[in-house]
C-alpha cells in the first residue's frame, strides 16, 4: 500500500517527463461483460475529462454504465479536494454507498484529487471499510489492472503517487458530447499559490507534447466535433516545461489552423498570459472570444499573501490590454472573500476592480482552508458571519454586471453551438455563444449539433432566449 504524501508531491523528480502508451492487458477485455458501472463526478473540467477517460476504459473491459448508483456492480467517486464542501459531500456518498453495499455485492472504487490527501486517505481507511479501492490523479490509467487487483486482495487497494506521474498518451475517452471534447494540454501546476491544494495533488507541472496534442485535436476535427477546450490547471504556463521553443501562442496558432470551427481553453492565470498570446487569439476568428482570468483578490497585498505574483494594478492593466485588442471579449473570473488577513479596506478594493472591470460573470468564494497548504497556517481574524456579508455583496455586484453584459445582446444575432434540448423547457434546444453565454432557443431539433444565427428575444441575468434568425 503506498500512501499519498504532500511533502514529496512539492519535489520536481526529474527534468524530463516520461511519456508512455495506454495499453489494455488482453486478459482484461472481458472483465466487466456483464457488469454495470456508475461513476459520481465532482469538481472541475480536469475531473470531467478524467471521467470521460474512465468510462472509456471500463467499456473496453465490458463493463455498461448504469443509470443509478443503486444498479451498478462498481461505483467509481471522481473526487474534488478544492473546497470544503466538496469533501463533505463525498463523505455523505461514502455513507450511501455503505448501506447499498449491505444489500448487495459492490465495487466501491474513490480517485481524484481527495485521493491524493494524506490525511484524507487515512480516514477513509481507518473509518469505512466499505471501501476497496483509492487512486490517485496520477494512476488513473492503470483503472482495469487496479480493478483486477481488488478482486484479487481481502484488502482494500491504495495506489496514489505523490510524485508527478508520466504522461499515458492514447488513454480513450467515452466524450459526453458528439460536439465538443476536452483535450488536455498539461498536467499539474508549477504556481503553488498559498491557497491552492492542486499543486499537491495533480503534481506539478507537465506538458503534453505538441505533436500529441495536434493529432488529438485533428482525429477530433475528422470527427466531425465543432469545438475543442484545451485544458489545464494554468494553461498560458503551457511548454514552459517542455524543453523546445514552443508556448500557448504557438499551440494556439496551430490548433487554429487546423480549421475546427471553435477553441477555446481554461483555466488562464494572469501571470503567464503573455502579449503573443493576445495577438494569437484577437487574430483568429475561430479562438473564441472569451477568457476566464482569475482575479482571487483586488488587493496588493492579499495577491501577495496567496502568491499570486501579480498586483492589482497589473492585473488591471492585463485586462485593458486585452479588452482593446478583443473588443468583443466576454471576461469572467474566479473570487475569494474571506482570505486570512483580508480588511474590510482589501475587500472595498476587490469590488473597486469588479466595479471597473464589470465582468461577464465571476466564480465567488469563501477562503477554505486546505490542510496542508501555506494559506491553511496564516492567522485568520475576520468572523464567517463577516465572510459571509461580504460575498453576499459582492455577488450582488457580479449579479448586476452579469445582467448588464447579457443586455447589450438583446436583439442581435450570435452563433450558437446547439447542444441538444434545454433543462428548463425541453420545446427550446440549448447552446452557447462564441463568448460563452448560455442560449435557449426556438428551433428545429435538426439544428442540434450545429452552429446556428440566433437573434436574441430576451436577457436573463444568467441566460438568453432567442429565436433562429431567418
Ligand atoms: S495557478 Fe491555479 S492551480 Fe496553480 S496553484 Fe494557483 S490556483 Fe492552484
Redesign the pocket.
Known amino acids: 500500500m503506498q500512501l499519498p504524501n504532500l511533502k514529496e508531491a512539492k519535489k520536481r523528480t526529474r527534468e524530463e517527463v516520461p511519456v508512455e502508451e495506454y495499453k489494455i492487458p488482453d486478459h482484461l477485455k472481458t472483465f466487466g461483460k456483464g457488469k454495470t458501472y456508475f461513476i459520481k463526478t465532482y469538481g472541475c473540467q480536469m475531473n470531467e475529462h478524467d471521467s470521460e477517460n474512465m468510462k472509456a476504459m471500463l467499456e473496453s473491459m465490458g463493463y455498461i454504465e448504469g443509470d443509478s448508483m443503486e444498479q451498478a456492480d462498481l461505483i467509481l467517486l471522481n473526487t474534488c479536494a478544492i473546497r470544503e464542501n466538496a469533501h463533505n459531500k463525498v463523505f455523505g456518498m461514502v455513507g450511501r454507498v455503505k448501506h447499498l453495499k449491505e444489500t448487495k455485492e459492490v465495487v466501491f472504487g474513490i480517485c481524484g484529487c481527495m485521493a491524493q490527501e494524506e490525511v484524507v486517505v487515512e480516514e477513509l481507511l481507518k473509518k469505512h471499510k466499505c471501501i476497496d479501492l483509492i487512486f490517485g490523479t496520477h494512476n488513473i490509467h492503470e483503472l482495469p489492472i487496479l480493478l483486477e487487483k481488488v478482486r484479487n486482495s481481502e484488502k482494500p487497494i491504495v495506489e496514489v503517487k505523490s510524485i508527478e506521474g508520466a504522461i499515458v498518451e492514447n488513454v480513450p475517452a467515452k466524450r459526453d458530447s458528439n460536439y465538443k471534447a476536452w483535450v488536455n494540454i498539461m498536467y499539474g ?1 508549477d ?3 498559498t491557497y ?1 491544494i ?2 499537491y495533488t495533480r503534481g506539478k507541472q507537465r506538458s503534453r507534447k505538441p505533436e500529441n496534442i495536434l493529432k488529438e485535436v485533428r482525429d477530433l476535427k475528422q470527427k466531425g466535433y465543432l469545438e475543442v477546450t484545451l485544458l489545464g ?2 494553461v498560458n504556463a503551457y511548454g514552459k516545461d517542455l524543453n523546445m521553443d514552443y508556448n500557448m501562442a504557438n499551440l494556439l496558432k496551430d490548433v487554429a489552423e487546423m480549421g475546427i470551427p471553435r477553441i477555446r481553453f481554461v ?1 488562464s ?1 494572469p501571470w503567464d498570459f503573455t502579449d503573443e498570446m493576445i495577438d494569437v487569439i484577437a487574430k483568429y476568428e475561430n479562438i473564441m472570444p472569451y477568457i476566464h482570468l482569475p482575479l482571487q483578490s483586488g488587493s496588493s497585498k492579499i495577491l501577495k499573501l496567496m502568491g499570486r505574483r501579480y498586483t492589482k494594478e497589473s492585473y488591471l492593466e492585463l485586462f485593458h490590454k486585452i479588452k482593446t485588442k478583443i473588443p468583443n471579449a466576454s471576461i469572467t473570473t474566479d473570487i475569494i472573500v474571506g482570505f486570512p488577513g483580508e480588511t474590510e479596506e482589501d475587500f472595498e478594493e476587490t469590488l473597486d476592480v469588479v466595479r471597473t472591470c464589470q465582468y461577464d460573470s465571476a466564480f465567488t468564494f469563501i477562503f477554505s482552508p486546505r490542510k496542508g497548504t501555506p494559506a491553511e497556517k496564516m492567522k485568520d481574524e475576520v468572523h464567517y458571519r463577516e465572510k459571509e456579508r461580504r460575498l453576499q455583496e459582492l455577488n450582488a455586484l457580479v449579479n448586476e454586471y452579469a445582467k448588464k453584459a447579457n443586455d447589450k445582446y438583446l436583439n442581435k444575432i450570435v452563433p450558437v453551438l446547439v447542444e441538444g434540448y434545454s433543462e428548463k423547457d425541453s420545446s427550446m434546444l440549448m447552446g452557447y455563444t462564441d463568448t460563452m453565454k448560455l442560449v435557449n432557443a426556438k428551433a428545429d431539433p435538426s439544428n442540434i449539433g450545429k452552429i446556428i444565427d440566433v437573434k436574441i428575444t430576451d436577457v436573463k441575468t444568467w441566460s438568453m432566449d432567442g429565436e433562429i434568425s431567418k
Open positions: 501546476c504556481k503553488f499559490c491552492c492542486v499543486p490547471q494554468n483555466t492565470h
